[in-house]
């Protein structure tokens, strides 16, 4: 349970530091994409470098842990990067992006879960019915 609490509280402040910086507003979104203000695109690169420097620190700090096994590179990959680019684009929300939305009353971000929801599972059925190739999951 205190691990949940931490969670939680983890979520809301991660959620208000991407509504603060302006990571929910489709005008700055667009801005981003288009180049047309670098703050974002500066803020995104701010935090993977941390992330980074975060993920090292934790490495060595916990070498017993399970190395990370990245997923192989397959064929949709390229598809998917598109769509969620396209779809981020479109609606100006990534999912974590469009929970915040929610969290500031933008309804509009209910649109947005639905069609992650419903891609999801579209993909899961075009992917079950055509492809079939391995997407590398852990699942077997």
Not at 43 to 50: D, K, M, N, S
Not at 114 to 137: K, Q, T, W
Request: contains cysteine; proline residues 4%.
């Amino acid at each position: 349970m205190k691990q949940t609490g931490m969670t939680l509280l983890l979520g809301v402040v991660f959620g208000f530091c991407l509504s603060r910086i302006g990571f929910t507003s489709w005008d700055e979104v667009h801005a981003m994409f288009t180049f047309g203000d670098l703050r974002l695109t500066i803020a995104f690169g701010i935090a993977v470098a941390l992330l980074s420097v975060g993920w090292v620190a934790v490495r060595r700090l916990r070498p017993n842990d399970p190395a990370f096994a990245p997923r192989p590179i397959h064929r949709g990959t390229l598809v998917g990067g598109a769509l969620f680019g396209a779809g981020w684009a479109l609606t100006g929300a990534c999912p974590s992006i469009a929970l915040v939305q929610l969290g500031e009353g933008k309804l509009g971000a209910l649109v947005t879960l639905v069609g992650i929801f419903v891609g999801n599972a579209l993909y899961a059925a075009v992917h079950e019915r055509f492809f079939r190739f391995s997407v590398g999951s852990c699942e077997g």
